[in-house]
């Protein structure tokens, strides 16, 4: 058999929209396939305005403008993340604040949300981990309390849900990654989902490099100019017409997904009756897209099952080195609960193949191979 790999990005129809390009003579952000994108997304994902920005990394750094952090503002988030979800915050000064997660889901536990609030907490990161929700009910609580912002980094949740509400149009904002490893993608893109209507204006000042251009495009003023903080945020027509493709198969693609998802799950399933594995677990809120097949492995085995996977042809990933263990998670930010959750899941998590080009006999091999590693190894 050939190689497994972990990730081949979906090719469906994405160059079927490049040929329009030169019929419509606009190359930059904010053209025909940067709109259709925008109303796509605010159409499926029920926000109220949504802008197509280069990166979900792009995305956090406005949310941290939009909320005016400054030096020495207090983030809370999960430490189990990738690094933009931190770094966004510290380029304005602000310290990331980092909890443990809850050891079913690998979300932000909201137990331990509020003993970490204090009079310079400014917001709750709510990252749904594999394209499931976080426990939304009770952070909205927590943060209506204490009269916090959420935001939701979705980079891995398009199209997942929370109690039938999709994942972007619960927080305040909300952000989705369209890099080449998630379910849709445009090789590199992002989006920023608004959902509090105070940011909306500001919002599209920022993502046009601190100008007024969108009142001027809209004939509101005679002249844009530097009004604001602002960066070069906006994603390519190029990109947009690659990811409109790749959007208008959204739902074929995630119900393929979700068919390996299920086809993992029913055959690893024994090894969890076992003992020896635990598979993801879904909360009865939660709809997700099947973004990430996981299996969380005991008694310290995941990286000689890692090598025996690759032995054979078969490549597995671990995921985040949680950031407050970092060197520069270390130096910048805070820990407000023990970590042991984090930590036992990064030290134990294996992500398997799951990719639109996996045949069901794949799926078969790598099930069947991490099975002979057990009987040899338990």
């Known amino acids: 058999m050939n190689k497994i790999n972990f990730n081949i990005p979906s090719k469906k129809k994405i160059f079927e929209n490049f040929k329009k390009l030169k019929k419509f003579n606009h190359y ?24 197509l920005v280069h990166s979900c990394t792009a995305a956090l750094e406005m949310c941290s403008l939009l909320l005016n952090i400054k030096k020495d ?3 809370i988030m999960p430490s189990y993340t990738f690094v933009s979800t931190a770094n966004a915050f510290i380029l304005r000064g602000g310290k990331p604040v980092f909890i443990d997660v809850d050891p079913d889901t690998c979300n932000i536990d909201p137990s331990k949300i509020e003993k970490a609030i204090t009079k310079k907490t400014r917001a709750i990161i709510a990252v749904h981990y594999a394209g499931v929700s976080c426990d939304m009910d009770k952070i909205l609580k927590i943060a209506k309390k204490n009269s916090l912002y959420i935001v939701e980094d979705m980079a891995q949740g398009i199209l997942s849900s929370y109690k039938n509400r ?14 080449e490893t998630k379910n849709i993608h445009c090789g590199e893109g992002g989006a920023l989902l608004i ?15 601190g100008t007024n251009r969108d009142l001027f495009n809209q004939n509101i003023v005679n002249k844009y100019t530097w009004v604001d903080y602002g960066s070069s945020y906006g994603l390519s027509e190029i990109n947009a017409a690659f990811l409109y493709s790749q959007l208008k198969q959204a739902k074929k693609i995630i119900k393929k997904r979700l068919m390996i998802f299920n086809h993992y799950h ?12 635990k598979r993801p677990l879904i909360p009865k809120y939660a709809k997700h897209n099947g973004h990430i097949y996981y299996i969380l492995i005991r008694n310290n085995k995941r990286d000689k099952l890692m090598d025996y996977l690759k032995q054979k042809k078969i490549q597995s990933v671990f995921h985040y080195v949680p950031l407050h263990s970092s060197p520069f ?7 407000k609960s023990n970590m042991i959750n984090t930590n036992y899941i990064s030290k134990n998590l294996l992500r398997l ?3 639109l080009n996996l045949k069901k006999k794949e799926i078969e091999k790598v099930c069947e191979t991490i099975n002979e590693f057990f009987k040899k190894n338990i």
Do not use: Y
């Open 266 to 277: 029913k055959l690893l399933k024994n090894l969890e009756i076992k003992n020896i594995i």
């Open 353 to 355: 193949p799951l990719h």
């Open 166 to 179: 999709p994942l972007g149009s619960i927080g305040d904002l909300a952000t989705i990654s369209f890099h």
């Open 28 to 51: 930059s952000n904010s053209g025909k396939f940067t709109n259709d994108c925008e109303q796509w997304l605010n159409k499926n994902i029920k926000s109220k305005t949504c802008l």
């Open 329 to 335: 998670g270390r130096k910048k930010s805070n820990c």
């Open 195 to 209: 959902n509090n209507p105070k940011f909306i204006k500001r919002a599209k000042i920022i993502r046009d490099k």
């Open 73 to 75: 503002d207090e983030v």
